[in-house]
């Protein structure tokens, strides 16, 4: 089973940037998508990003043109960076990998945009 941590979270002011990383226990080759969700208090996890193996990409409306997802499978790595961050963004940050059918969630990192 496919081991994912998250990394990268943390406090940053709003038009700040932030990058997150999802480390993989596999090359990401090897993972049919990887996807970045995030969840508020209160509310429901929501999509954000999503890379497949093949590279093409997706995004929620509400991040397109800020955020991007991209791979390093040298390091087994996907990343979400976050530009022009808003305080609706906050949340905890998931990483999930779906493989021959199997989900695999981490253990999330938390952003927070504040002034």
């Known amino acids: 089973q496919v081991q994912l941590v998250e990394s990268g979270g943390g406090l940053v002011q709003p038009g700040g940037s932030l990058r997150l990383s999802c480390d993989a226990s596999?090359?990401?080759?090897?993972?049919?998508?990887v996807a970045w969700y995030r969840q508020a208090p209160g509310k429901q996890r929501e999509f954000v990003a999503a890379?497949?193996?093949?590279?093409?990409?997706s995004y929620a409306d509400s991040v397109k043109g800020r955020f991007t997802i991209s791979g390093d499978n040298a390091k087994h790595t996907v990343y979400l960076q976050m530009n022009s961050l808003k305080p609706e963004d906050s949340a905890v940050y998931y990483c999930?990998?779906?493989?021959?059918?199997?989900?695999?969630w981490g253990r999330g990192t938390q952003v927070t945009v504040s002034s």
């Open positions: 596999i090359s990401i080759f090897m993972i049919n998508t």
């Open positions: 999930k990998a779906t493989r021959l059918g199997e989900e695999t």
């Open positions: 890379i497949t193996s093949g590279g093409s990409t």
